[in-house]
């Protein structure tokens, strides 16, 4: 079984669309986050949420929206895609806030 | 501030060397120190970590790392590497009372060559 799992793992979309991205784990963990990995492979924090609640939020745009239904689940969403919005999200998870964080197998996503 | 810098973009070594991927970081709190790898097209995969305790940690895949406190640095090595070890590596650090987000380095390409 996947422990943190995401989907799509490939999504090819235009300009202005919206989009979601999905990610649950089975783990048991109370935080969740999602990471930016772009063209470079350098990686940075978006968000995360410690049992449904935000606690971080990285200086991102406001088309980029969270969603935590439970604390098994974060969707990624994003409103009107821009080119630099390519780059591959990760999803990851973690027992605590503190703690060894498990990821995901990535969502490539590319705005044309 | 806190950063991360791994010294290295790529590192190129014929199977069977030892290796040293390097990593140094700055902050001003105490920190936990992380490796992770990326095999190709694939999500990040802990090699070890450091959390307190002795300075010296093994992880998976015959990897160790120690720590540095007053060099503020954590070097990833392995005595022996093999093609399969070929692989992006990440050195990352986590804040205490951050909420535990990772701040990562630029990512070290190993590429293990025959």
């Known amino acids: 079984d996947t422990a943190v799992s995401q989907t799509p793992k490939y999504l090819v979309t235009q300009m202005g669309n919206d989009k979601s991205i999905k990610c649950e784990q089975n783990l048991g963990h109370d935080t969740m986050y999602w990471y930016k990995q772009d063209s470079k492979k350098f990686l940075k924090i978006m968000f995360s949420y410690n049992n449904k609640e935000l606690i971080i939020n990285e200086t991102v745009p406001n088309r980029f929206s969270p969603k935590s239904p439970d604390k098994a689940h974060l969707n990624l969403h994003i409103n009107s895609l821009e080119l630099g919005d390519s780059a591959v999200y990760f999803c990851?998870?973690?027992?605590?806030?503190?703690?060894?964080?498990?990821f995901g197998a990535g969502t490539r996503l590319s705005v044309l | 501030a806190q950063s991360v810098t791994q010294l290295d973009s790529q590192v190129p070594v014929f199977e069977e060397a030892p290796v040293e991927l390097r990593c140094n970081y700055s902050s001003s709190v105490s920190v936990y120190l992380f490796w992770y790898v990326q095999y190709p097209n694939q999500g990040l995969q802990l090699l070890l970590k450091?959390?307190?305790?002795?300075?010296l940690v093994k992880g998976i895949n015959g990897f160790e790392a120690e720590f540095n406190k007053s060099q503020t640095s954590f070097h990833l090595r392995k005595p022996s590497v093999h093609i399969s070890d070929t692989a992006e590596y990440f050195c990352?650090?986590?804040?205490?009372?951050?909420?535990?987000?990772?701040?990562f380095g630029q990512g070290t390409e190993l590429s293990v060559k025959p």
């Open positions: 990352a650090v986590s804040l205490y009372n951050q909420g535990g987000k990772l701040i």
């Open positions: 990851a998870s973690s027992p605590t806030s503190a703690n060894i964080q498990y």
């Open positions: 450091y959390l307190s305790g002795s300075t």
